[in-house]
């Protein structure tokens, strides 16, 4: 696993990103994209002809956008609620979410030659994933995602909601 080292800039958008910050729409989706897209330079080097980004609906779209800009490599979507996953024909294939929790979405899909990349990752689902993962951090947090503005206990505001400013 590789997690972002955490220079003043990238615990600026880390800020940015965390549930309690209280920012949402284009300022959070912008701390994403350039959160992925300083991921996508820690990556292994991998050939832009021969790897596809899979960016997971709706959540995971900036996050994978930053890491795309970076590699200029292939870029397809995948909403788990309502297709089937076609894998990419491509050598390299990085599966790509804002939030991960539990990974059960993306162990349904995954198989041992694809990487995984993520804004945060709980610390429960880190080893599921070994050394397939990139994160821009780990968080012991854990919660279900609402339409609330304010985290309370276990329940916050939805990443997603908050990137396209729904809250």
Excluded: W
């Amino acid at each position: 696993m590789y997690e972002l080292e955490k220079s003043e800039v990238v615990k600026e958008l880390i800020e940015i990103t965390k549930s309690d910050s209280g920012i949402s729409g284009p300022e959070l989706v912008k701390a994403h994209m350039e959160l992925g897209r300083l991921l996508a330079e820690k990556m292994p080097r991998l050939d832009p002809q021969d790897t596809t980004i899979v960016a997971i609906m709706r959540g995971g779209i900036f996050f994978a956008e930053g890491m795309y800009f970076s590699m200029g490599c292939k870029f397809q979507t995948y909403e788990p609620k309502y297709e089937e996953f076609k894998r990419p024909d491509t050598k390299n294939i990085i599966i790509v979410d804002s939030v991960i929790n539990t990974g059960k979405t993306i162990l349904d899909i995954l198989t041992p030659d694809m990487y995984v990349a993520c804004c945060v990752i709980n610390e429960k689902a880190v080893s599921v994933f070994t050394e397939q993962l990139y994160a821009a951090r780990v968080s012991k947090n854990s919660y279900v995602g609402e339409e609330v503005k304010m985290q309370v206990g276990n329940t916050g505001p939805d990443t997603t909601m908050r990137l396209f400013n729904l809250l």
